[in-house]
């Protein structure tokens, strides 16, 4: 089966999930947003209305960086309003990396039902590491908090809030570049060109059904590329596949499975995470792969070239070689524990050195 690519097609009605891992979350009152945000990668913040929300940020629109999924999984367990603050630029110099915004990352918040408030920063500090990067980026926090205001009086679902989120990209990604110019300036850093920038903003600005699209296009182009990579950390023994979603309003989710493999009628859909040594992946790789495992645990109508299969989702985790199973530290015997209870009340799978523990 080497090279061979599974296509799996399924749909998404609803989100049922009950989440154990969460840490948690300080409260803050609600003129502390920005000491919150400085301190906390996930809070909860007391409203001036009886109750709070629970509040999670990213330091990049890029979803591989920082483990916003992990951020955002911790404000799950909250019953109340849940709000992610994410840039919709990150530029870190002509010397760093530059991240985009994209589709795919607002409609997964919008099926999670989580509100996302679209940002961008104003204020950096040099690299003492390369001439032409930043770091220490801060909000706009008179931009989040009106963003805030409206928000807390919203009584509409968080699709709703995130599709007029869209809408005014353009506009705040504009923002967010007229910032970089002057903190470049201001520091004497050259940043990336703005070429290719004023170009996504362009399209960005045609309207919602264009950001759609031209994100879409790229996030398909993206999960190509990854279906047919397998890190050499990687230790999964079946081959991956590209996962396209469907939601109850015709949205499309592209994304991909580590692994798959059929068992008769079961699909098997695994997402691998790995530590680099001897002990079991961070907490933050492992939360960030239960995001995977809310998705997958609530696919319906799943099918390859037709035919129809049972899902079942799988959590794998590898390791170093000297670690089995069965010889945890303390800590780790702690989180497995809780882990195990996630994957009995969800209805997944674990594996350890794909040896199952549950």
Known sequence: MEGFQLRITANITAIRYKPLLCRELQLFDYDQLEEGISQNASFLLRTRAPGSIAISWWVSPKRTRSYPYARVYDTLGFSGKKVTIIPVIKDEGKDGDRDFLQ?????????????????????????????????????????IKTQMEELLSYQSDALHWNMAQIEQVGET????????????????????????????????????????????????????????TRQPKEKLAGTKATLTIRNYLGGYYFFTADEAWMEGDNL???????????????????????????????????????????????????????????????????????????????????????????
């Not at 990352?105 to 509100?115: A, E, K, P, R, W």
């Open 103 to 143: 589709w795919d990352t607002v409609s997964l918040m919008s099926l999670l039902g989580v509100y996302v408030i679209l940002g961008y920063y104003i204020e950096a500090v040099p690299s003492i590491d390369y001439r032409n990067k930043i770091t220490n980026q801060r909000f706009s926090f008179s931009e």
């Open 173 to 228: 990604a504009g923002k967010a570049l007229q910032a970089y110019e002057r903190i470049s300036e201001a520091l004497n850093v050259e940043m990336h060109s703005d070429a290719t920038a004023l170009k996504r903003i362009q399209e960005l600005m045609k309207g919602r059904n264009e950001f759609m699209n031209l994100s879409r296009g790229l996030a398909e182009k993206a999960q190509r590329r990854e279906s047919l």
């Open 268 to 358: 098997c859909l695994a997402e691998g995470k790995n530590a680099k040594g001897d002990r079991l992946p961070s907490i933050g790789d492992i939360k960030d792969g239960l995001l995977k495992m809310i998705l997958f645990t609530n696919l319906e109508d799943v099918k390859i070239e037709g035919r129809a299969y049972s899902r079942v989702a799988v959590l794998k985790l590898t390791t170093g070689p000297r670690l089995s199973g069965y010889r945890l530290n303390v800590s780790e015997e702690r989180l497995m524990d809780i882990l195990r209870q996630e994957a009995q009340v969800n209805r997944f799978r674990i594996a350890i050195n794909n040896r199952f523990v549950i």
